[in-house]
């Protein structure tokens, strides 16, 4: 289950774009690809936080994707992830022959369909009910094994969602398939190779690349009604019987209301044009909190255009970095050793340098695997009408070349393109030590092995930490240089910055070097090559 959701938030981080663009209902705003991605990063940091069991696991992700849910098929992906957890909570429940998927699938199914208020087919919920109705046959059958449900799942799910445009005249009239139902495709996907290693198919990755039936009129259609105000979200303390009278009120209210939840828990969604008078339902059922108010009419207009403040959030791999970077000007999110900063600490970030939430803002992920969450924050950001932009800095040292050229005065188009250039053009290295045996790049290495590593990839084997370090950089200087930069971390000894100074002097006399102390995990050194 912990496997899924990792293989699931990343894989929703590469489908995230492709998503948002296929949005058009209910509202056109092209925000269900980042919204399904918050929700789901949510569902995983309850996940790994969990007691390794598959009751605990599964009640965990339920609970965090309904804490996260964001948007309409966020709400109706947390639903779903109820039902599941419904059942694979049950005593004695295993995922051993994929019966338990089966009835997982079909219990979400049915959740989902009850969360909406109005059912609408041709969209997430159509495609939900064809993937458990796949899975219920295949596991009826002899030997259901847990890979072949997976499969048969994710089979049918792929086949509705083509079907989509058939359904829903909206989708018909855009070409395009429902974005909430493709985002369903792509966790299910991801289940699928979690337990078999298949990749699938990449999915369609501009507007329209669907196949979608010609129409069948041909006279001017008829002009949409008006689309409500607003969005109105909160999470609700309230008991299930009055969960009914809410349902009843917000429906008198709006449309495409969501009521996800059970128990004592719930979120709602609902677009209406009384935003006071959805809020006061809530108040009238229990405790509403977290609530979220967003016009959306201003999801479509451009920022107004004048002076704007400029906010820097920078991820740091440890203090002395942290202090580098704030000093540069940036915000610094950092977490605890080995852990990859949150779409919600990056947000939370950007707050702290505004907290009038109106500056403009630019993100350094610095470490390849923060771009996805970065992309994901400023999607977010762009939603509640401020300019984002993520410089793709996959190193620490590409964020320090980046923080040097920048200028909060200059125009923030160019100003991203000075950041991203300067990045761009600084080559990357590190020194670490091996932990265990293992096949890399350059061969097999034994722990206590010292690696050398280059543009990501391991290239050196050695024993000596100096030794090692002064290969890497001479290769990273092997195109040119003008500037060495050399980040200290934990294990790097006395002398060891120092020695790399003197091999670049003697090599390279037109380069320069510079030394900082990082404080950065597992790392000795950290280099860079402008």
Same mark, same amino acid.
């Given at each position: 289950?912990?496997?899924?959701?990792?293989? #699931?938030?990343?894989? %929703?981080?590469?489908?995230?774009?492709?998503?948002?663009?296929?949005?058009?209902?209910?509202?056109?705003?092209?925000?269900?690809?980042?919204?399904?991605? &918050?929700?789901?990063?949510?569902?995983?940091?309850?996940?790994?936080?969990?007691?390794?069991? &598959?009751?605990?696991?599964?009640?965990?992700?339920?609970?965090?994707?309904?804490?996260?849910?964001?948007?309409?098929?966020?709400?109706?992906?947390?639903?779903?992830?109820?039902?599941?957890?419904?059942?694979?909570?049950?005593?004695?429940?295993?995922?051993?022959?994929?019966?338990?998927?089966?009835?997982?699938?079909?219990?979400?199914?049915?959740?989902?369909?009850?969360?909406?208020?109005?059912?609408?087919?041709?969209?997430?919920?159509? *495609?939900?009910?064809?993937?458990?109705? +796949?899975?219920?046959?295949?596991?009826?059958?002899? !030997?259901?094994?847990?890979?072949? !449900?997976?499969?048969?799942?994710?089979?049918?799910?792929?086949?509705?969602?083509?079907?989509?445009?058939?359904?829903?005249?909206?989708?018909?009239?855009?070409?395009?398939?429902?974005?909430?139902?493709?985002?369903?495709?792509?966790?299910?996907?991801?289940?699928?190779?979690?337990?078999?290693?298949?990749?699938?198919?990449?999915?369609?990755?501009?507007?329209?690349?669907?196949?979608?039936? +010609?129409?069948?009129?041909?006279?001017?259609?008829?002009?949409?009604?008006?689309?409500?105000?607003?969005?109105?979200?909160?999470? %609700?303390?309230?008991?299930?019987?009055?969960?009914?009278?809410?349902?009843?009120?917000?429906?008198?209210?709006?449309?495409?209301?969501?009521?996800?939840?059970?128990?004592?828990?719930?979120? *709602?969604?609902?677009?209406?044009?009384?935003? #006071?008078?959805?809020?006061?339902?809530?108040?009238?059922?229990?405790?509403?909190?977290?609530?979220?108010? /967003?016009?959306?009419?201003?999801?479509?207009?451009?920022?107004?255009?004048?002076?704007?403040?400029?906010?820097?959030?920078?991820?740091?791999?440890?203090?002395?970095?942290?202090?580098?970077?704030?000093?540069?000007?940036?915000?610094? !999110?950092?977490?605890?050793?080995?852990?990859?900063?949150? /779409?919600?600490?990056?947000?939370?970030?950007?707050?702290?340098?505004?907290?009038?939430?109106?500056?403009?803002?630019?993100?350094?992920?610095?470490?390849?695997?923060? !771009?996805?969450?970065?992309? +994901?924050?400023?999607?977010?950001?762009?939603?509640?009408?401020?300019?984002?932009?993520?410089?793709?800095?996959? $190193?620490?040292?590409?964020?320090?070349?980046?923080?040097?050229?920048?200028?909060?005065?200059?125009?923030?188009?160019?100003?991203? *393109?000075?950041?991203?250039?300067?990045?761009?053009?600084?080559?990357?290295?590190?020194?670490?030590?091996?932990?265990?045996?293992?096949? /890399?790049?350059?061969?097999?290495?034994?722990?206590?092995?010292?690696?050398?590593?280059?543009?990501?990839?391991?290239?050196?084997?050695?024993?000596?930490?100096?030794? *090692?370090? /002064?290969?890497?950089?001479?290769?990273?200087?092997?195109?040119?240089?003008?500037?060495?930069?050399?980040?200290? #971390?934990?294990?790097? #000894?006395?002398?060891?910055?120092?020695?790399?100074?003197? $091999?670049?002097?003697?090599?390279?006399?037109?380069?320069?070097?510079?030394?900082?102390?990082?404080?950065?995990?597992?790392?000795?050194?950290?280099?860079?090559?402008?």
């Amino acid at each position: 289950m912990v496997r899924w959701c990792r293989a #699931g938030l990343d894989a %929703l981080a590469a489908a995230r774009e492709e998503i948002d663009a296929l949005n058009v209902y209910p509202v056109p705003d092209g925000d269900t690809g980042t919204n399904l991605y &918050l929700t789901f990063e949510a569902a995983l940091q309850e996940a790994e936080a969990a007691e390794p069991t &598959l009751a605990a696991t599964a009640e965990a992700v339920a609970r965090g994707a309904l804490l996260g849910a964001r948007g309409n098929s966020g709400i109706i992906v947390a639903q779903m992830l109820r039902g599941v957890a419904d059942v694979l909570s049950r005593p004695g429940t295993t995922l051993a022959d994929g019966t338990a998927l089966a009835d997982g699938l079909v219990n979400a199914a049915d959740e989902a369909y009850r969360a909406v208020a109005d059912p609408v087919e041709g969209t997430i919920l159509t *495609v939900a009910r064809a993937a458990a109705d +796949a899975a219920r046959r295949r596991a009826a059958e002899p !030997v259901p094994t847990l890979p072949a !449900v997976a499969l048969a799942a994710a089979a049918a799910a792929h086949e509705a969602l083509d079907r989509t445009p058939e359904q829903l005249d909206v989708l018909r009239r855009a070409g395009v398939v429902d974005a909430g139902g493709r985002g369903l495709t792509v966790l299910l996907d991801a289940f699928d190779t979690v337990l078999t290693g298949r990749r699938p198919l990449p999915g369609p990755r501009t507007v329209g690349a669907h196949t979608v039936p +010609a129409p069948v009129r041909q006279e001017p259609p008829e002009p949409p009604a008006p689309e409500p105000a607003y969005e109105v979200m909160y999470l %609700l303390d309230a008991s299930e019987p009055e969960i009914g009278t809410l349902r009843r009120t917000l429906a008198g209210l709006g449309d495409s209301l969501v009521v996800s939840g059970a128990g004592e828990r719930w979120n *709602v969604h609902v677009h209406t044009d009384d935003a #006071g008078a959805a809020i006061e339902a809530g108040i009238a059922a229990g405790r509403p909190h977290r609530i979220s108010v /967003t016009y959306l009419a201003a999801q479509h207009r451009a920022p107004e255009p004048g002076e704007r403040r400029r906010v820097v959030v920078a991820f740091a791999a440890g203090d002395g970095l942290a202090e580098l970077f704030a000093e540069a000007g940036a915000v610094v !999110v950092a977490t605890a050793t080995g852990h990859r900063p949150s /779409t919600g600490e990056m947000l939370a970030a950007a707050d702290r340098g505004d907290p009038t939430r109106t500056s403009d803002v630019v993100i350094l992920p610095n470490e390849r695997d923060a !771009v996805p969450v970065a992309e +994901a924050a400023a999607a977010e950001l762009r939603t509640h009408h401020r300019r984002a932009a993520v410089i793709p800095t996959v $190193a620490q040292v590409q964020g320090l070349a980046a923080l040097a050229v920048h200028e909060p005065n200059r125009a923030f188009d160019a100003d991203v *393109v000075a950041m991203t250039a300067a990045a761009g053009q600084t080559r990357h290295g590190a020194v670490t030590v091996a932990a265990r045996e293992a096949v /890399t790049m350059a061969g097999v290495c034994k722990p206590g092995d010292v690696l050398g590593v280059v543009d990501g990839d391991f290239a050196v084997i050695g024993a000596d930490l100096l030794d *090692v370090a /002064t290969e890497v950089v001479a290769r990273m200087l092997a195109a040119g240089g003008e500037l060495v930069t050399v980040v200290t #971390g934990d294990g790097a #000894g006395p002398g060891l910055a120092d020695g790399v100074a003197r $091999a670049v002097r003697r090599g390279h006399p037109e380069a320069d070097t510079v030394v900082y102390r990082g404080g950065q995990p597992r790392y000795p050194l950290l280099l860079g090559v402008e």
